[in-house]
């Protein structure tokens, strides 16, 4: 990832799939944007950076979803994604 000049990014999230809570509509389902740990890692080089927030980012979440994406600022797009963390105990919702 570091070596092709994409900038990795953690997010979490509690629940960790799309699901219906907050609204019935067509089209309308809650859980597909995850949440963002601090910052995209602009200008990152160094490996243990970024597994230093994952680290940080495991103890602060330990019963969240972790995943991390790279994005190529050349192509404005996301490039990769992998889940870092499942939760020992998934959360459920009220659906």
Not at 5 to 22: A, K, T
Not at 27 to 41: A, E, I, V
Request: glycine share 6%; with cysteine; aromatic share 12%.
């Amino acid at each position: 990832m570091l070596k092709k000049g994409w900038i990795p990014c953690l997010e979490f999230d509690e629940v960790g799939y799309v699901h219906r809570e907050n609204s019935r509509m067509p089209g309308y389902c809650d859980g597909r944007y995850w949440t963002l740990w601090k910052l995209p890692m602009f200008g990152c080089t160094d490996p243990s950076l970024v597994l230093n927030e994952i680290q940080e980012c495991k103890k602060t979440y330990p019963n969240a979803y972790i995943r991390c994406l790279a994005f190529d600022n050349e192509n404005q797009g996301q490039c990769m994604a992998f889940i870092i963390q499942k939760p020992t105990v998934a959360a459920t919702t009220s659906a």
